[in-house]
């Protein structure tokens, strides 16, 4: 179980990293602009990071295992969508959808080991955790500078999506087989989910991320210090909302 589980985050994590040692060619061949590529490295970060707790959410409530079953799968589907894609747009927006996968999957993984280890297990087992999630960061880099160069099939830098699909599909057949069928809890005794506060939060970072990445490219219209003001002013009220519900001793 533990293998599968660190195998799955392991693969996640590299797709932070991999990305950026391909983006020269992906630029190339794609035709992407600096800012295609700055939304091709950075939405799958941003993705997976405003929907993280949300996924944790969805794992408490439906169960862990279905859960980190279900984004590795979407992660997995993504993923070859990304190496088969044709243009810059359709890879940005495969990436997004790889990071929901990451959002659904990651969380389940220290979720899994605290529910069914215990005492020296553990400890062992987040130990391997936190090596996995220190290794990650350099082998993602040295592994897409070896599938970049080594074009293989003369599928270029294609393969830096395309080998998590054979991985993904083993995971998911091992997964069914050894993680725990764990039932979500109950409703009256799950917490609920801040939809207020998930969409002001996306709202927030989406409004702060895109006039960042296109700007500067195009001069910096009206349009992008205005979605800028409008982040800060979203961020505010997220902040205050989010007070305003741990006052109420509610929280999310």
Do not use: K
């Not at 990304?82 to 359709?90: I, R, V």
């Amino acid at each position: 179980m533990l293998a599968v589980l660190l195998a799955a985050l392991f693969m996640a994590l590299l797709d932070v990293f991999i990305v950026n040692v391909a983006a020269p060619t992906i630029g190339t061949e794609l035709h992407a602009s600096g800012a295609d590529l700055q939304l091709v490295i950075a939405g799958y970060t941003i993705t997976y990071s405003v929907l993280l707790i949300t996924g944790a959410r969805l794992g408490d409530r439906l169960g862990h295992a279905r859960v980190h079953l279900a984004g590795l799968a979407l992660f997995t589907a993504a993923s070859l969508a990304c190496g088969l894609a044709q243009g810059s747009t359709e890879l940005i927006v495969f990436r997004l959808i790889q990071g929901s996968g990451s959002a659904l999957m990651i969380p389940q993984v220290l979720s899994l080991i605290q529910r069914h280890f215990v005492g020296e297990a553990r400890m062992r087992a987040l130990g391997i955790y936190s090596a996995v999630i220190a290794v990650g960061a350099a082998a993602g880099q040295i592994l897409g500078g070896v599938l970049v160069s080594a074009d293989l099939f003369g599928t270029s830098w294609r393969p830096v999506f395309l080998v998590n699909v054979p991985v993904g599909v083993v995971l998911l057949v091992l997964g069914r087989r050894v993680l725990p069928r764990d039932a979500g809890a109950e409703p009256e005794r799950a917490r609920a989910f801040d939809v207020p506060g998930l969409v002001l939060l996306a709202a927030a970072v989406s409004l702060l991320t895109v006039p960042l990445v296109l700007g500067q490219e195009e001069g910096w219209p009206l349009w992008s210090w205005l979605s800028l003001i409008t982040a800060a002013v979203l961020f505010a009220a997220f902040c205050g909302y989010e007070s305003r519900l741990a006052r109420r001793g509610e929280p999310r």
